[in-house]
């Protein structure tokens, strides 16, 4: 007895050690989003053309300098309001089952769409917002953002008295709760879309801050007031003289803390894009494919910083005296410098002012009178004059500052274009001349160009070292450096980015897949939009789509991935063991995603396992097959379709002409099983369920009489015999 009072009160005095360590372990934000798009509003209302884009955007944004991981990141297209609800009900238990140690959680609800002065509009289906911010605050994080990209959405701010107060943030440090709503338009305002920029202004503005535009401070990282502030003033800027009318986003913040609360951080990027101190002007960014990614106005005097993905861009800048043109590629882990010396100048077109005054080419024009001004708006000129210097790395892990060559010093132009290259081997030219670009290139031996627009074709190889806007075929192998097309090739292909196919008979290496990457053995990639195949092995860290394969392996996978091994590091890998009612033991393998895992396994008489017969004596059971995993909270249930061949050494065929007349469909089993997890642990599920096996009479009538099936009577053409089973896997 005094043994027993002595441990307990040791084991309380050490309580509130064992309580600050935990203390101590938590760190960081754990961040869950829901991203919506509706396109639709319902009868007599226009279709929205950019609300589902809109939603993929910022939900990238967020996602790659936001701290929202793809784990808890939910995109929602034209839903319903029970998809909605459903959505919020999933974030909230996936709140509540989190075994994180972060110091709070955060809730981000962005829509984009139609609405009215009472609710959104889910087509022709209402979701007031009373009820809509009652399901909001349901989602049991510290805080709440809340971002409406749609008309008259300032009424969801002023529901249920809400009023407008002081933004008064947090940082990570702090331990607070509260909510945050921003809203694209006032209660009586008109929220728009442009053609132009293939979006809305709201959220134009709102992601071209969250990427660095908005750090007035210049700390690389966005707060919620920096966001909110530069993107009033960029919608505002961008609507006033619009015949909808302007829009004034309009806010209610409602926080207990104290500091920042830091939306995105421009430090984490993958590649990063400078304007130069010195620049000044107008600088509108576009991707490979023509996408406007921002257009800012810049001051000289101060740098500005923008994260963005690596990749290859196109520019202009437009100031007072020229427009400038060119292209250029942030590297991983780069800081790509960009000003007027890195482009080249471009004859300006006449243009035609609304109001009837036409300016010639030679007449310097104000930089707000070169817009093309749509009938939603003008743009706006951002001051900068707050912004620092990028802080210089405190060592050699830290992106740097380098100055790299631009891709094209000349913008694309069809006179200058080599319409037709012939080379003996790389480098040799038989006939055409060196340019830019190509439009087909031919290779005796090899073929080597810069830019190609058509087709590369060479007996052995080609090597394009810029970009590739079309086909690359070859007999041994293809070189590019951002592939618009596809690679075909008898060996392998090795690129950068590629949009669209990548096919080899042996292997394909690439940094970013959109499309197909094809191979006989195996494929290497970074990202995976798309189907990655190979005859042997797939390798990629991050996978949107499927990987099929012999063995697939990857950091994460959205989609499915199907071979005899997967190998993906947020996917399922469980080593597992059962006990059922036919008296048998088995051992499987589970590899994949939730959406579709594979299982192979093997099971016997467990009486047989455990004693000392000879295992070629006993009777096996082999077996593979496929399924999926449905989640409810801590909770599991498996659903799997297996195929089983059933192993007895005196029935197998003892000579190979005597294989080529057996029936191996006497030994199959088809047979699915269910397996429910009551209680799943971190690195253990203990699992009960049931399996049924199919008996076709005449068909399998050998492979059941070297079995034993407790459960169902043979008394029709095709029988089911159930399992009963309980065991455990290790994950």
């Known amino acids: 007895m005094k043994k027993l009072i002595f441990i307990t009160v040791a084991l309380l005095s050490l309580s509130p050690i064992f309580a600050a360590a935990a203390d101590d372990n938590a760190s960081g934000v754990d961040r869950y989003a829901v991203y919506i798009g509706s396109n639709k509003g319902g009868k007599g209302r226009e279709e929205l053309l950019y609300a589902g884009s809109d939603a993929q955007n910022f939900k990238k944004a967020m996602s790659e300098i936001g701290g929202v991981t793809e784990d808890n990141s939910y995109v929602l297209i034209d839903p319903s309001k029970e998809t909605i609800d459903q959505t919020l009900n999933n974030i909230s238990r996936k709140i509540n089952n989190s075994q994180s140690h972060a110091k709070r959680s955060e809730f981000i609800f962005y829509y984009s769409g139609h609405s009215d002065e009472n609710a959104l509009l889910l087509g022709d289906i209402p979701y ?73 202004y709201f959220t134009n503005a709102m992601i071209t801050g969250l990427r660095g535009a908005a750090d007035a401070s210049g700390d690389n990282k966005v707060t919620l007031n920096e966001l909110y502030s530069y993107a009033f003033n960029d919608t505002l800027s961008k609507t006033e003289s619009s015949k909808a009318g302007p829009q004034h986003p309009n806010y209610n913040i409602t926080l207990v803390g104290s500091g920042d609360l830091v939306l995105s951080d421009i430090s984490t990027a993958e590649s990063m894009l400078s304007l130069s101190k010195e620049a000044k002007g107008k600088f509108i960014i576009r991707d490979a494919n023509g996408k406007l990614i921002s257009e800012i106005n810049k001051v000289a005097g101060q740098p500005i910083f923008m994260a963005l993905p690596a990749a290859q861009y196109s520019a202009v800048i437009i100031d007072e005296y020229s427009t400038k043109q060119g292209y250029f590629v942030l590297e991983k882990d780069q800081v790509y410098v960009l000003d007027q010396n890195s482009l080249s100048t471009i004859k300006r077109k006449t243009n035609r002012v609304r109001g009837g005054e036409v300016i010639d080419d030679d007449e310097i024009l104000p930089i707000d009178d070169l817009e093309e001004n749509s009938r939603r708006g003008s743009r706006r000129r951002y001051d900068t004059d707050n912004m620092d210097e990028l802080p210089e790395p405190e060592d050699d892990d830290e992106p740097k500052i380098i100055k790299v060559e631009t891709i094209m010093d000349k913008p694309f132009d069809p006179n200058s274009m080599n319409v037709f290259h012939l080379s003996a081997v790389p480098g040799v030219t038989l006939a055409g001349f060196e340019s830019e670009s190509s439009l087909f290139s031919v290779g005796i031996i090899g073929a ?100 099929l394969g012999v063995i ?49 396994g093997v099971a016997t ?33 498996d659903l799997e379709f297996l195929g089983k061949f059933v192993y007895n050494r005196n029935e197998l065929p003892q000579t190979g002409s005597e294989a080529y007349e057996y029936n191996f469909g006497q030994l199959f089993i088809p047979s699915f099983r269910l397996t429910f997890n009551p209680f799943s642990l971190k690195h253990i599920d203990f699992s009960l369920g049931a399996s049924f096996d199919i008996h076709n009479w005449g068909a399998n009538d050998t492979a059941f009489a070297y079995t034993y099936h407790r459960f169902g009577d043979d008394e029709d053409d095709t029988t089911v015999h159930p399992a009963v089973f309980i065991g455990f896997k290790i994950k």
Request: charged letters at 20%; hydrophobic letters at 35%; aromatic letters at 10%.
């Open 552 to 600: 697939n392996i990857a950091d994460s996978n959205d989609g499915l991935a199907i071979g005899v091994i997967n190998i993906i590091k947020d996917g399922m890998h469980h080593l597992g063991f059962n006990w059922d009612t036919n008296g048998m033991f088995d051992m499987f393998f589970q590899s994949g995603t939730k959406n579709l895992f594979i299982t192979i």
């Open 448 to 547: 080597l160009d810069k830019n190609i627009y058509a087709i590369q074709h060479s007996n052995v190889m080609n090597i394009v070292s810029n970009n590739l806007n079309g086909l690359q075929l070859s007999g041994v192998f293809n070189i590019a450096g951002q592939v618009r097309g596809a690679q075909v090739t008898g060996v392998f292909n090795t690129s950068g980015d590629v949009s669209g196919a990548q096919v080899a008979g042996v292997f394909n290496t690439a940094k970013d897949v959109n499309g197909i990457q094809t191979a006989g053995l195996f494929n290497v990639a970074q990202k995976v939009n798309g189907v990655q195949a190979a005859g042997l092995f797939n390798s990629a860290k991050e996978v949107k789509g499927v990987q």
């Open 605 to 637: 008489d467990a009486k047989e396992f455990f004693s000392d017969k000879d295992w070629d004596d006993s009777t096996r059971v082999y077996y593979g097959g496929f399924g999926t995993e449905f989640r409810f909270g801590f909770s599991s249930l």
């Open 128 to 200: 007031d917002y009373s009820s809509l911010k009652a399901a909001i605050t349901e989602v049991p994080s510290d805080i709440h953002v809340v971002i409406l990209d749609s008309c008259y959405s300032g009424n969801f701010i002023r529901t249920k008295g809400g009023q407008k107060r002081k933004p008064f943030l947090i940082d990570d440090s702090s331990v607070v709760t509260g909510h945050a709503y921003l809203s694209s338009s006032s209660t009586n305002e008109y929220s728009q879309e442009s053609d132009e920029i293939e979006s809305s």
